[in-house]
Nanobody, 123 residues
Framework: EVQLVESGGDSVQAGGSLRLSCAAS?????MGWFRQAPGKEREGVAV???????TYADSVKGRFTISRDNAKNTLYLQMNSLKPEDTAMYYC????????????????????WGQGTQVTVSS
């Protein structure tokens, strides 16, 4: 079983930056960041495969960057140019190494989840 703990969430003004971290017991699976705003379904934000290939939701392309440090067993999400619509609870997740590209951002494909860290962006 993979244990995941997120940190780094905060309240910031629009245009600001945050870096989220996810401490994992092991980073040997497909890893991703997902978010859920009040009244909305959980949506995929960014995913990184075991080979380093990344996938982003259209809404965050050019602003967010997913990365990992295998030596530290840590997943990161660098978020720049934050917008109020980025406000949500952010979760890191781990899924099978074999997920077809078209479904990498589907939350249902992931097995292990952290408790989440809140990101609030004000205008």
């Amino acid at each position: 079983e993979v244990q995941l703990v997120e940190s780094g969430g905060d309240s910031v003004q629009a245009g600001g930056s945050l870096r989220l971290s996810c401490a994992a017991s092991r980073i040997t699976w497909t890893m991703g960041w997902f978010r859920q705003a009040p009244g909305k379904e959980r949506e995929g934000v960014a995913v990184i495969r075991t080979n380093g290939v990344t996938t982003y939701a259209d809404s965050v392309k050019g602003r967010f960057t997913i990365s990992r440090d295998n030596a530290k067993n840590t997943l990161y999400l660098q978020m720049n140019s934050l917008k109020p619509e980025d406000t949500a609870m952010y979760y890191c997740a781990a899924g099978p190494g074999v997920i077809r590209n078209a479904r990498l951002l589907d939350a249902g494909n992931y097995i292990y989840w952290g408790q989440g860290t809140q990101v609030t962006v004000s205008s």
